[in-house]
């Protein structure tokens, strides 16, 4: 099987194509770097995103937050659950860890808030 994807690592945006056999990638091509084919085998094996979102802090002002690593793309929606239940209380620093281990990443503040 092959499948075509739009590479989303740099501003290239290299077409790549993967064929896969046995649900594994057995071959990349269209890749101008290593890591376009790195990324081909994982969005064709085991997706991952990176997501990124706001929360209400105690107070009402919205907080931008972010996972600080990707996740698989099948927990997004389960992690915007927890994620939409939480409500910090500032001040928060960028990079502070509102909540650890949401399927394997922080939540972490993306900006400074007083």
């Known amino acids: 099987m092959k499948r075509e994807l739009t590479c989303i690592v740099c501003p290239i945006g290299c077409s790549l194509v993967a064929e896969i056999e046995d649900g594994k990638v057995v071959s990349v091509s269209g890749n101008t770097c290593p890591r376009g084919k790195a990324y081909a ?67 972490v503040a993306v900006k400074n808030m007083f």
Do not use: Q, W, Y
């Open 41 to 107: 085998e994982t969005e064709c094996v085991a997706p991952k995103r990176t997501v990124t979102t706001t929360v209400r802090c105690i107070g009402g002002r919205i907080l931008p937050v972010k996972t600080d690593r990707t996740i698989p793309k099948e927990k997004v929606f389960d992690a915007m659950k927890i994620i939409n239940n939480l409500h910090p209380v500032l001040p928060i620093s960028a990079g502070d860890i509102i909540m650890k281990d949401v399927f394997g990443s922080n939540i």
